[in-house]
Nanobody, 123 residues
Framework: QVQLAESGGGLVQAGGSLRLSCAAS????????MAWFRQAPGKGRGFVSA????????SYADFVKGRFTISRDNAKNTVHLQMNGLRPEDTAVYYC????????????????WGQGTQVTVSS
């Protein structure tokens, strides 16, 4: 049974930084990818960033390019999302997701999900 556990969310002022982490357990991922999605109140779950387990490919939504950085630690089966220059519009629940093959940008492409971590950015 694959389990994903997010951590690192919280309350931060605009312009601040947070680092989210997602630890996978239950199996070791050697292929496929892990991603971050976010969901603000009243909105759908949207793609933020993804990385293949090989680290060869990363992808970012346009609205986070230059501010967020995704990375992975294969030895710890963990993916991180470093978020700098946070804005009030980044406020959302951030979800970690994993898939066994390739890299996708739609929530429906991912098989495994974490419970989410709240990120709140005050103005």
């Amino acid at each position: 049974q694959v389990q994903l556990a997010e951590s690192g969310g919280g309350l931060v002022q605009a312009g601040g930084s947070l680092r989210l982490s997602c630890a996978a357990s239950g199996r070791t991922f050697s292929s496929g990818s892990m991603a971050w999605f976010r969901q603000a109140p009243g909105k759908g779950r949207g793609f933020v960033s993804a990385i293949t387990w090989s680290g060869a490919t990363t992808s970012y939504a346009d609205f986070v390019k230059g501010r967020f950085t995704i990375s992975r630690d294969n030895a710890k089966n963990t993916v991180h999302l470093q978020m700098n220059g946070l804005r009030p519009e980044d406020t959302a629940v951030y979800y970690c997701a994993a898939r066994d093959y390739g890299l996708g940008h739609a929530a429906g492409n991912y098989d495994y999900w974490g419970q989410g971590t709240q990120v709140t950015v005050s103005s």
